[in-house]
């Protein structure tokens, strides 16, 4: 079986029609990694060469041989909140909020469930005495929920919340640590930055030795970058919107490597986006600070970033169509058939891919 269902090779430069069911493949439920590895950066990786057309594999650690002296690392500094918040309906049942996007003023944005029996203007209880209001419906079925105050919102949050984790992970993390990159700080995700979950300390100071600078961006992430593209065509869906930051001092950064030849080297389909939402038309990166829902698709023409490192990622995913991007599609298509031949782990605690 073959394991895509019919990519075809793009050479175009400028955006086409693409059908989503090009993003499809075969993948056996036991390599979708449950836990992660230990330590973090034994995972292995598949290292892509997009101009000899190759695929190895590696350790993770071993990354570092493909860093050179000038080059940036670029990382996503986002941290997951404990989102999950287990609450009692007014009548006594079961219910949870799913906090996905702070409004201010005491408002989120929120999955709420069972949603049939949770309608605006409901109240549900926390079990720290926090009381959660239903106040508005959302376009995509969700709910925004209001807080007697900040203080009650941090409260259920540092108290009550539970950092989520993806629906296809069903085992236990014993660590919640484990779910998040040992940098993280600015908070406001409710998922992880994966791709970065296999850095140490440790090999982030040895990439440092290396004459290599490494600066944060953020982009907080949503469930909905997450989700499968329903649409039939690439060109009909629309990613959500994200917040995004580029300082002054991490462009200025990007700016100097990019002038002197080196390379851009991104951590995650996140860190891709934020940079490229942030360059300007000239190639050169600005400070940003606003959201995004810049959606890479085949024929995209990559402004910033050179080469970047991410994990495996699901069918029909939006993920899944950058890498493609970038890679090429045709070449992306042998790299996943040799992934699933050497039973590679797939998805957040699964293993790296890094393409140069």
Same mark, same amino acid.
């Given at each position: ?5 019919? %990519? ?22 036991? !390599?979708?990694?449950? =836990?992660?590895?230990?330590? #973090? ?10 101009? #000899? ?11 570092? *041989? ?17 989102? #999950? ?21 005491? &408002? ?56 989520? $984790?993806?629906? @296809? ?9 484990? @779910?998040? /990159? ?14 970065? $979950? ?27 970058? %997450? ?13 959500? +919107? ?32 934020? !940079? ?14 606003? /959201?995004?829902? !810049? ?6 023409? %990559? ?10 990622? !699901?069918? &029909? ?8 991007? %970038?890679? *090429? ?6 790299? @996943? ?9 797939? @998805?957040?605690?699964?293993?790296? =891919?890094?393409? +140069?």
């Amino acid at each position: 079986m073959e394991l895509f269902n019919s %990519f075809k090779k793009v050479k175009t430069l400028i955006p086409i029609v693409v059908q989503t069911k090009e993003f499809e493949y075969y993948l056996p439920e036991e !390599l979708i990694a449950q =836990t992660p590895i230990e330590p #973090r950066d034994s995972s292995r990786l598949m290292v892509i060469d997009r101009e #000899r057309q190759t695929i190895e594999e590696k350790k993770f650690f071993e990354i570092v *041989g493909y860093f050179q002296s000038g080059d940036v690392l670029v990382l996503n500094n986002t941290k997951v909140i404990s989102a #999950r918040l287990p609450a009692r309906r007014a009548g006594g049942g079961k219910a949870e909020v799913f906090l996905l996007r702070d409004m201010g003023n005491a &408002r989120w944005e929120a999955l709420v469930k069972p949603g049939s029996k949770i309608p605006v203007g409901s109240e549900l209880s926390l079990s720290n005495g926090v009381k959660i209001h239903v106040v508005e419906n959302t376009p995509d079925g969700g709910r925004v929920v209001a807080f007697r105050s900040q203080e009650e919102a941090r409260a259920a949050l540092n108290e009550v919340g539970q950092v989520p $984790l993806p629906p @296809y992970i069903k085992a236990t993390l014993n660590d919640s640590s484990r @779910y998040q /990159t040992v940098y993280a700080s600015a908070e406001g995700s409710v998922a992880a930055p994966t791709a970065a $979950l296999h850095f140490t300390p440790e090999l982030l100071e040895s990439i440092r030795q290396k004459g290599v600078d490494i600066v944060f961006t953020t982009l907080h992430m949503g469930l909905g970058s %997450f989700r499968p593209i329903k649409a039939n065509t690439l060109e009909t869906h629309t990613m959500p +919107v994200e917040f995004v930051q580029v300082s002054a001092e991490v462009s200025d950064v990007v700016n100097r490597v990019r002038k002197n030849g080196k390379n851009v080297i991104a951590c995650g389909t996140d860190v891709v986006r934020t !940079l490229e939402s942030a360059a300007a038309a000239d190639g050169t990166l600005k400070p940003f600070c606003a /959201t995004t829902n !810049l959606f890479i698709t085949p024929g995209y023409r %990559f402004k910033i970033v050179d080469r970047f490192i991410t994990n495996l990622h !699901l069918p &029909r995913s939006s993920h899944l169509v950058l890498v493609s991007s %970038f890679a *090429g599609m045709e070449l992306i298509r042998k790299a @996943y058939a040799f992934a699933v031949g050497r039973q590679f782990r797939f @998805y957040s605690f699964g293993d790296a =891919t890094f393409m +140069v």
